[in-house]
């Protein structure tokens, strides 16, 4: 089965910090590296790496080289991505000690999309195939409407958050993956348990991943709930975890795996992504997560 992964592609440019800066101040770093990223390839990549045939869709700038590379190494399929005049996408991101980070978006060629280029792709995908999609490019609503329209099953990731989404037509959207502030941003409710019954009420069609962090990960679809508790791991730069995350997943679970199945696998590729420098550079290979899931099954 093929995924179309229509989304960001950026430059990161990671600084690592004591901590993180506060407004009106201003602190050193002791490093600065610059990685591949833009959830868009995160996930694509997350998604190649666990065996999925994944074709990226989205739009780079004139210094998009090292992002169609990326995609190359991985084994993404990159003929629907477009290279235009300008810049690529970036991202500024500290680093603090512990993992947590910040993050400063740049557009760039993410906010280019023509519907007439999105058209030419999904025409490539046939119906039953997936459409995953993020919140850093424009023109979601076109692709959900049209995706929708043509057949393809729809995956969306709403992040980062803004209300707009709320008017893309998420009853179209088959599978929701959600973090705990985005889940808050779309129910305004802060239980977890309140999100899923809001979210299941309002669209009865769509089953929900929601990431709790150290508290695991919920499948919430038709009455069915369950949780997988998260694993126990030192982490030193949480960027694209979550990505990794929705990568795995929907790996597994075009490849007929039973959704508890599909959070398990996921959550350990998040695991092992979260002990590692960078987003797309710190995804791990499919024989990676097998061996953790071998070597310390989940109970
Ligand atoms: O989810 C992590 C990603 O968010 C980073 O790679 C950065 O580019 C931003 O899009």
Same mark, same amino acid.
């Given at each position: 089965m093929r995924i179309l992964n229509y989304g960001s592609l950026n430059l990161d440019y990671t600084y690592h910090v004591q901590h993180i800066v506060a407004p009106g101040e201003?602190?050193? &770093?002791?490093?600065?590296?610059?990685? /591949?990223?833009?959830?868009?390839?995160? +996930?694509?990549? $997350?998604? $190649?790496?666990?065996?999925? &045939?994944v074709f990226h869709g989205g739009m780079t700038g004139e210094d998009g080289d090292p992002l169609?590379?990326? /995609?190359?190494? &991985?084994?993404?399929?990159?003929?629907?991505i477009r290279r235009i005049e300008g810049r690529s996408g970036s991202a500024v991101i +500290?680093?603090?000690r512990g993992g947590q980070n910040s993050i400063v978006l740049y557009g760039g060629a993410n906010q280019a999309n023509k519907p007439e280029f999105v058209d030419e792709a999904l025409a490539f995908f046939e119906e039953g195939e997936w459409l995953l999609l993020q919140?850093?490019?424009?023109? @979601?609503?076109? %692709?959900i409407e049209k995706a929708?329209?043509?057949?393809?099953?729809? $995956?969306?990731?709403?992040?980062?958050?803004?209300?707009?989404? @709320?008017? /893309?037509?998420?009853?179209?959207v088959s599978l929701l993956f959600l973090n705990e502030v985005e889940g808050e941003q779309?129910?305004?409710?802060?239980?977890?348990?309140? %999100?899923?019954?809001? @979210?299941n009420r309002e669209y009865p069609e769509t089953a929900v991943v929601l990431t709790l962090g150290g508290a695991g990960a919920v499948y919430a679809a038709g009455g069915e709930v369950f949780l997988c508790p998260a694993?126990?791991?030192? $982490?030193l730069d949480t960027t694209g975890a979550g990505d990794t995350f929705t990568g795995y997943f929907l790996s597994a679970l075009t490849d007929g795996k039973t959704p508890r199945r599909c959070l398990e696998e996921a959550a350990a590729a998040a695991a092992i992504a979260v002990s590692r420098l960078g987003a797309s550079a710190s995804i791990p290979?499919? &024989?990676?997560?097998?061996?953790?899931?071998?070597?310390?099954?989940?109970?």
């Open positions: 201003t602190v050193a &770093s002791s490093g600065l590296e610059v990685f /591949c990223g833009g959830k868009g390839l995160n +996930q694509s990549i $997350a998604l $190649a790496k666990a065996g999925a &045939s169609l590379e990326a /995609c190359r190494r &991985s084994g993404v399929d990159s003929r629907f +500290q680093v603090e919140n850093e490019v424009n023109g @979601l609503d076109y %692709m929708h329209s043509n057949g393809l099953k729809i $995956a969306l990731n709403p992040s980062p958050f803004q209300e707009d989404i @709320l008017k /893309c037509g998420i009853e179209k779309l129910t305004k409710k802060t239980e977890p348990e309140q %999100m899923i019954k809001i @979210l694993r126990k791991v030192e $982490a290979e499919r &024989s990676e997560v097998e061996k953790l899931l071998n070597d310390s099954p989940v109970r």
